[in-house]
């Protein structure tokens, strides 16, 4: 069956927002919806509502195949993994290879902001994708480089709220993050969008906060004060190491510091603001309903 729009990814976190973007905020029928996943059966309930569901695999070229076929835009959400270096690249190349013998008019891809010589570890394998979708056939394409979701700072938050400290080696570095909500209603609007055109969107908050500004934040909701301390980068990276994770991940998790303390993602653009017609969701209002779970950290 032809469909107007596909979303890879689609039972992930931001997948799930996205198709549901594309349902309740920009109207699109049901049908004109194809849902892909690695695990199609955990989206019963798109099927239900008459959205087509297929089964992808980056790593599948025949999965690949079926999924694509006869879809108008194809958004690529990319792909997380981190305990296998550069096979994300791998699978995109692949993806977009799919894309472009499937006919596919207009690709979509989440990227990041800046990855072209950023200290970030996984910054190549954005920039190669990028690279690889401007240099295919498929006609027209456009870039969401995303910056980081509100909800990645839970996963800092809950150590820092059981010791107090919260460590850090990115200085007074900036974060302009924006809400994995915003991104799904961003990207279901440029794929509704998508016409003829290449074009690059930057998506971030309307503020940018350093760890301090967050430490703060969260530190009102939960009840609890939570002091930043600055360490050197090998020493986050061996206290990741000491708390369980394996050694090559720390490191890339380190260099996510390292990319905030250069401003790699401090700047601030109307993007999310031009496309959606509305003002991205505030971080204090965020941090705010994230309150109960917040406090729930604390021991």
């Known amino acids: ?128 994708t990028e690279a690889a979708i401007q240099a295919s056939s498929i006609p027209a394409w456009t870039i969401l480089r995303n910056n980081w979701y509100f909800e990645n700072v839970m996963m800092g938050a809950g150590p820092a709220l059981a ?41 971030t908050g309307s503020n940018s906060y350093t760890y301090r500004d967050i430490a703060a934040l969260l530190a009102k909701a939960a009840g609890k004060d939570v002091a930043v301390v600055d360490v050197p980068l090998e020493g986050l990276v061996q206290g990741m190491v000491g708390a369980g994770l394996p050694e090559p991940v720390a490191r890339v998790y380190a260099s996510i510091d390292t990319m905030i303390g250069n401003g790699g993602l401090a700047k601030i653009t109307g993007d999310f603001k031009a496309l959606t017609g509305r003002e991205p969701q505030s971080f204090e209002a965020w941090v705010e309903s994230q309150a109960g779970a917040l406090k729930s950290m604390i021991p």
């Open 1 to 128: 069956m032809t469909a107007k729009y596909l979303v890879t990814g689609a039972s992930g976190q931001l997948g799930q927002r996205v198709v549901h973007h594309l349902l309740e905020t920009s109207g699109v029928a049901a049908g004109d919806i194809i849902a892909a996943s690695r695990k199609p059966e955990q989206l019963a309930d798109l099927a239900a509502k008459g959205v087509q569901v297929r089964r992808v695999d980056f790593d599948d070229a025949q999965s690949m195949e079926a999924a694509f076929a006869e879809a108008a835009n194809v958004l690529i959400i990319s792909t997380d993994s981190l305990d296998r270096p550069g096979h994300r690249l791998v699978q995109h190349r692949a993806a977009i290879a799919a894309a472009e013998a499937a006919g596919v008019k207009h690709l979509l891809y989440t990227s990041m902001p800046e990855p072209t010589n950023s200290p970030l570890l996984f910054a190549p394998d954005h920039e190669g």
């Open 163 to 203: 010791s107090g400290n919260w460590y850090s080696a990115a200085s007074d570095g900036k974060i302009a993050h924006i809400s994995r909500d915003d991104l799904g209603r961003a990207a279901a609007a440029a794929l509704v969008a998508a016409g003829s055109e290449k074009k690059l969107y930057t998506f």
